[in-house]
């Protein structure tokens, strides 16, 4: 078992740049593919990036390439999304997630992989 807890969201301007990041214990942590998935109001949950076991393979989807960018720190047991030229449509709930165990990278990254989930963190950006 796997426990998730995401940090680092707020309120922020259009523009501006937020690093959330996930703290994972209770697990062999070096082992997962980890991701990020967020939720706006009314929406699905819907996929933003991904990072192999071995952080050496990344994913992410096309409305985040450029602004964002995920890393992991398996010495630390933390994943991290950087993100950058915030837009209010960022706006939503961000959750970090585990699965599956030695995720390549070399497909597609979905719900169905998830084995864990942290909690959320609220993102919020104003116009």
């Known amino acids: 078992q796997v426990q998730l807890v995401e940090s680092g969201g707020g309120l922020v301007q259009a523009g501006g740049s937020l690093r959330l990041s996930c703290a994972a214990s209770g697990g062999t942590f070096s082992t997962y593919g980890m991701g990020w998935f967020r939720q706006a109001p009314g929406k699905e949950r819907e996929f933003v990036a991904a990072i192999s076991w071995g952080g050496g393979v990344v994913k992410y989807v096309d409305f985040v390439k450029g602004r964002f960018t995920i890393s992991r720190d398996n010495a630390k047991n933390m994943v991290y999304l950087q993100m950058n030229s915030l837009k209010p449509e960022d706006t939503a709930v961000y959750y970090c997630?585990?699965?599956?165990?030695?995720?390549?990278?070399?497909?597609?990254?979905?719900?169905?992989?998830?084995?864990?989930w942290g909690q959320g963190t609220q993102v919020t950006v104003s116009s």
């Open positions: 997630c585990a699965g599956p165990t030695y995720y390549t990278g070399y497909y597609a990254y979905t719900k169905d992989n998830v084995k864990f």
